[in-house]
């Protein structure tokens, strides 16, 4: 499922100011491709997560995922879409801290009403090399552990659209190296359009293309660049 | 489905903050349950006894003797079959070993009681078939304790009225009592046939003569009620089943079991703000969690669902452990009550009651939560990427979210009270009160925050900034600590002021009252207290009548078949059922005054056209609703007379000086038929009994009060009330408690990494312990001496302007409720501060929280 982003403004009120953090972006990805976004603190990158993960609404624009318009759907219907379509994977990982890392894989298959929710959350888990940690809590895991679980919730239910927010910005960086390592096999494997925000060069050197948000505007960064 | 499953592995997994909420809403419901297990075990007994207690079917009565034709008419209209009792009731005096005593005489004939029975000390048990030794000679039979009282024997010879009687037995439990009434007035029952020789009834004497009935099995007693009242004319007799009469019967303890339970909703109220709090931090806790899901394709409205879900759920479960601590309760608050009433209570909790917790708990944590679970929505979860920030707490600005859970107490105290005017004067009380405490307790947080002090140690002027900046948690504390300690300072602020009052005016109190004087023995009794020189005694006169009309509106009797009433419903009922008694003066005595409308205009002219001035005492005009300028039609045994109100007078009802509701214009109602009241001055005991002893032998028919004896008994009564509301405020304490420790708690979970900083930074455990006690300690001491400050004014507001008495400091209970509460408030915050205060710092900076 491809991604199509155009002319997509977002502002936001400081008391009587209205300040633009998005400014008429416009890009695309296709489907299978890894993107990456990089841009300074507050160049509007978790913003653009946001409306591409259907959590906040756009002033103007479009953001289309597949054939879909995500901010053309009201609250229910955005909810159901990234339920089904969009995994996110946070720079905190968020996960569920009372849940074990099976518990927390099966929820999303859980929430929207799936079938073999047990097996699949195992095998999921089992790809990420996680089989050992499976009735595992969060406090009893390692960063890496964590990002891997919480890469598994994001991709359990076989999501169109990977978001991923500095997967690897709370890990060192060999554990962030081995986890990027993996989460890239498993979208590769599964053909998902991902979206991956991040400050390490390194890593977006990684994927196939880089687009650099500056002032609420994006530019692609062509390779000879570097 | 998933909403459900979701809220119940929430609390599961976070036990600590369930265990405090549910512990937090059980001890706000042990005082509810208490309560109703005290109401539903009196109701149960009037239920199953309603008979026993008016000792027939159906009572027809009135404040004078029947009539012939009135008699007629009544056997007339009872069904074939019917069996009927006569029984004159009034107080009177006895007179026995150089003692005399007032006491309730019921002559009765020997058909009494048509059911329940009279158990005697002999063991012997009498119901209404049963032949009796009363009848046929002189004897009596009284109440046990005018054994002790008076040291009466069986076989003693005691004088009443015009009678020598013989006492033949002592009852021990009469099933027709259902208030004990501190032995004000103990009963005897006598021959009815003796009445006349007694001369204990004459004209104008205060009695009620009742024509008992027991009905043939099935007769309907309802609908011949009603027929009564269509027949028989005269509005002031009145007609009662025995559900109808037990209903009233029992209104003393209804009136106090109401009470009690508006303070009970007192201690619901502080724990529903402790569970408010507590939820607040489990929202704030699990806002991450509630993002995450909404990430996961959980709506918004879902992650609602299920912060109402789980509040619910809280609420329900915590039903279980209050009825275990109710079990416990019980049997001390049952000890405590079991002297106010003639029958032991048992109380139980019935499954309506449990019913009732349920839905109350569930419905009342639901809405008081109400507030922060809507707030969930309005978090994005886009909270979650790394540039923004989660916010720590949940806190909201809309206090229209407020409304349901005002309206919820307020419904609550209306039912509970059974009156809307008492449900809404409490509910408006408690929020001026909750306003109050908000105001004082923001004034406290400004002073400390701008406390400086060159010489004060660091941590405690940072630990009192803190304070200062955490609003919520702190106006928490200040809310139930200070309310909970105005509960338990204000009824001993009240009964001490009433003491100190009663003693102060002790030379001004009558000594005794004297009722039922009549017409010609005023001048000998002027000459009988002559040589006890006891100055002018002023007499006052009592003429019985009954409204028929105001501004031309007839005032007739209300015929309620209707089981549940208000509390200004039976009061208007009743007002409307029984005469009133009239009285005419040309002053007003010292213990009243006008506060609206002008003074009598002299003696009134019987040949003028004008109406005949009335004063009304203030509250019985609010009750009846008469205003000055009102047109009122009165009956005068017989006599129409009409009047109109020039003003609204205040009485110092505390003063125990004769005075009435309403009075008419001297010159009005002189020549009508009365009789007399007078209050004799303070005298010495010795001499006070003397002349007692004197009068009851001189004048067998005047009633006599001796008012040091009543109020001594009525304050002892009044003690055993207060116990038990003691009891209920108690529990508000220990809710307080419950919020204090989930305070202090929750504020050093939050504070770990400061805390655990401060320890980096060189600050040695005592220095800590210090930050953290000062902090609470300092809130707990300011809660309670404003829970104070607000008992000191609403106590004196209370006497002041509404029981016009003069309020008195007292000290003493307050210093122990300071030091009771703070003493149990350091054990609190050391129990809440110990776990984080011994934790290694490095192991929390370094860990993710």
């Given at each position: 499922m491809s991604l199509r982003v155009e002319h997509l403004s977002k502002e936001y009120a400081q008391g009587e100011a209205k300040v633009a953090v998005l400014r008429d972006l416009s890009f695309s990805v296709a489907k299978g491709e890894i993107v990456a976004v990089v841009g300074e603190s507050g160049s509007g990158k978790s913003t653009l997560l946001s409306l591409l993960a259907g959590l906040d609404s756009a002033n103007e624009g479009q953001i289309i995922v597949g054939d879909t318009?995500?901010?053309?759907?009201?609250e229910k219907q955005v909810t159901a879409f990234r339920a089904s379509n969009i995994g996110i994977v946070f720079q905190q990982y968020?996960?569920?801290?009372?849940?074990t890392s099976l518990e927390n894989v099966m929820l999303p298959l859980e929430i929207t009403k799936q079938s073999n929710i047990r097996s699949r959350a195992v095998a999921v888990l089992e790809e990420l090399g996680l089989s050992h940690r499976l009735t595992h809590f969060p406090t009893q895991l390692s960063g890496g552990e964590c990002q891997r679980v919480a890469i598994a919730r994001a991709i359990v239910s076989e999501p169109k659209l990977l978001l991923a927010d500095e997967p690897s910005g709370n890990l060192d960086t060999q554990t962030g190296e081995k986890v990027m390592s993996v989460l890239f096999d498993v979208v590769r494997k599964h053909q998902i359009t991902t979206v991956l925000v991040t400050h390490s060069e390194s890593l977006a050197r990684k994927c196939q293309r880089e687009l650099f948000l500056d002032q609420g505007q994006l530019r692609e960064i062509s390779r000879r660049e570097r | 489905m998933f909403a459900l499953r979701w809220a119940i592995k929430g609390l599961v997994r976070t036990p600590g903050i369930s265990a405090f909420f549910i512990a937090n809403f059980a001890l706000g419901l042990v005082g509810f349950l208490c309560v109703e297990a005290y109401k539903d075990s009196i109701s149960e007994h009037l239920t199953a006894n309603a008979k026993q207690i008016l000792a027939a079917d159906l009572s027809v009565s009135v404040r004078r003797e029947f009539s012939d034709s009135e008699r007629a008419l009544v056997r007339e209209t009872l069904p074939p079959g019917s069996e009927v009792s006569e029984v004159y009731d009034f107080f009177s005096m006895i007179f026995f070993n150089d003692q005399s005593r007032l006491i309730l005489v019921k002559a009765v004939d020997s058909s009494y009681p048509l059911y329940g029975q009279l158990e005697m000390s002999s063991k012997k048990v009498v119901a209404g078939g049963d032949s009796k030794d009363l009848f046929g000679s002189p004897k009596i039979w009284a109440y046990a304790e005018l054994q002790e009282q008076m040291g009466m024997q069986i076989g003693s010879t005691l004088k009443l009225g015009n009678l020598d009687l013989t006492v033949s037995e002592f009852i021990e439990?009469?099933?027709?009592?259902?208030?004990?009434?501190?032995?004000?007035a103990p009963r005897v029952f006598i021959d009815r046939s003796l009445l006349k020789a007694s001369?204990?009834?004459?004209?104008?004497?205060t009695f009620t003569h009742s024509l008992l009935v027991r009905l043939p099995a099935g007769a309907p007693s309802a609908d011949l009620r009603s027929q009564l009242f269509s027949k028989l004319p005269d509005p002031a007799i009145q007609v009662d089943t025995s559900e109808t009469a037990s209903e009233d019967s029992a209104r003393q303890l209804k009136l106090f079991s109401d009470y009690l339970s508006l303070v009970s909703i007192v201690a619901l109220f502080l724990a529903s703000i402790g569970a408010s709090y507590l939820f607040r931090l489990f929202l704030s806790k699990k806002l991450k969690e509630m993002a995450v899901l909404r990430c996961l394709g959980v709506s918004a409205n879902e992650t609602i669902q299920i912060a109402l879900l789980q509040t619910l759920i809280l609420g329900a479960v915590s039903v279980f452990p209050a009825l275990i601590l109710a079990r416990a309760f019980i049997p001390v608050f049952a000890s405590l009550l079991n002297n106010i009433t003639p029958f032991s209570i048992n109380p139980g909790i019935s499954g309506a009651s449990i019913a009732i917790s349920f839905a109350l708990a569930s419905i009342g944590s639901l809405l008081i939560c109400l507030p922060f679970a809507i707030k969930?929505?309005?978090?994005?979860?886009?909270?979650?990427?790394?540039e923004f920030r989660l916010p720590s707490t949940v806190d909201f600005t809309?206090?229209?979210?407020m409304l349901p859970a005002f309206f919820f107490f307020w419904g609550l105290a209306i039912v509970q009270s059974r009156s809307m005017n008492v449900g809404t004067v409490f509910v408006l009380v408690l929020l001026g009160f909750v306003m109050m405490l908000t105001v004082l307790g923001l004034a406290l947080m400004n002073l400390m925050g701008r406390w400086k002090s060159s010489t004060a140690k660091w941590n405690l002027r940072y630990s009192l900034k803190g304070a200062a900046r955490r609003k919520s948690s702190t106006l928490s504390v200040v809310i139930t600590l200070g309310l909970a300690s105005m509960l338990l300072n204000i009824l001993p602020q009240l009964k001490v002021s009433l003491q100190k009052e009663f003693a102060t005016d002790q030379a001004n109190l009558p000594s005794l009252f004297l009722f039922d004087i009549q017409e010609e023995q005023k001048d000998a009794l002027l000459k009988t207290l002559k040589p006890h020189e006891i100055g002018d005694l002023t007499m006052y006169p009592l003429v019985r009548s009954r409204v028929l009309a105001i501004n031309g509106q007839p005032y007739e009797r209300v015929v309620t078949r209707d089981t549940v009433l208000t509390r200004e419903e039976e009061q208007e009922a009743r007002s409307r059922n029984r005469g009133v008694n009239l009285s005419y003066r040309d002053h007003l005595s010292s213990s009243e005054s006008i506060v609206e409308g002008r003074d009598f205009s002299g003696a009134h002219d019987l040949n003028s056209p004008k109406p005949v001035e009335i004063s009304v005492e203030v509250r019985y005009a609010e009750r009846v609703g008469l205003k000055i300028g009102d047109k009122v039609d009165f009956d005068i045994q017989g006599v129409p007379l009409s009047g109109q109100v020039i003003n609204l007078r205040q009485v110092k009802w505390a003063s125990f000086q004769p005075n009435f509701f309403i009075l008419l214009q001297p010159g009005s109602i002189d020549d009508a038929p009365k009789t007399y009241i007078a209050a004799v001055p303070q005298m010495l005991h010795g001499r006070k009994l003397f002349l007692q002893k004197e009068l009851v032998k001189a004048y067998p028919n005047i009633s006599i009060i001796d008012l040091a004896r009543t109020t001594e008994d009525v304050l002892k009564l009044a003690d055993r009330f207060r116990w038990s509301l003691e009891l209920m405020a108690v529990l508000g304490v220990l809710s307080g408690m419950v919020v204090l420790y989930s305070v202090v708690r929750t504020q050093i979970w939050l504070r770990r990494r400061e805390l655990n900083l401060l320890k980096v930074l060189g600050a040695k455990l005592e220095e800590l312990t210090v930050y953290v006690m000062a902090e609470f300690l300092v809130l707990a001491v300011g809660s309670v001496l404003l829970g104070i400050l607000v008992s000191f004014l609403i106590s004196f507001a209370l006497l002041r302007f509404v029981f016009n008495l003069a309020w008195h400091f007292d000290w003493i209970w307050p210093l122990f409720s300071v030091i009771g509460i703070l003493g149990i408030g350091c054990v609190v915050i050391w129990l809440g501060s110990r776990k984080v205060m011994r934790e290694r710092p490095m192991s929390i900076l370094r860990s993710e929280l």
């Open positions: 318009d995500l901010l053309q759907l009201n968020h996960l569920v801290d009372h849940l | 439990k009469d099933a027709s009592q259902t208030f004990r009434a501190a032995n004000l001369g204990l009834i004459q004209v104008g004497s969930v929505r309005d978090f994005s979860p886009a909270f979650l990427f790394s809309n206090w229209s979210l």
